[in-house]
């Protein structure tokens, strides 16, 4: 992927995730799931890396990666901050990124865990009573 940013395009917006989300299918359309927006930034991050008012950069570019890594550090200081939960950026200009997913990694894989056994034990009895 590739990014151009601008001045204009440089907006982020901090969103705190929910520690848990629905775990059956999403076949009727969805489920209403609450992500609550915490702050905001434009520009985000240190002002000296926006210097130059349009920059290009692709995913990989290790400047970039960097000045990511220093804004989840940033954002990690701030008091809404809480390493209970998972926080997601979204910018205008294409990215997104989580913030502190190191902690609840474990949390996740098991919740993933639980959804994929159910799933596969609803398939299962589906299939025995259909026999």
């Known amino acids: 992927m590739k990014w ?3 001045y204009a ?4 917006r901090i ?3 929910p520690n848990k989300f629905p775990s059956d299918y999403c076949f009727s359309g969805g489920h209403p799931t609450m992500f609550v927006l915490v702050d905001w930034f434009n520009p985000f991050g240190q002002e000296d890396f926006w210097e130059d008012k349009t920059k290009e950069f692709d995913g990989n570019d290790i400047e970039y990666l960097k000045h990511i890594e220093e804004f989840k550090d940033f954002i990690k200081a701030k008091k809404y901050f809480n390493s209970n939960f998972t926080f997601m950026a979204l910018t205008d200009y294409g ?3 989580v913030i502190n997913p190191e902690k609840r990694a474990h949390e996740l894989q098991e919740q993933y865990e639980n959804v994929r056994n159910n799933a596969v034990e609803n398939m299962e009895s589906t299939d025995a009573e259909e026999a």
Do not use: P
């Open 9 to 12: 395009t440089n907006f982020v």
């Open 4 to 6: 151009t940013i601008t």
């Open 95 to 97: 990215d997104a990124f």
């Open 15 to 17: 969103f705190r995730l």
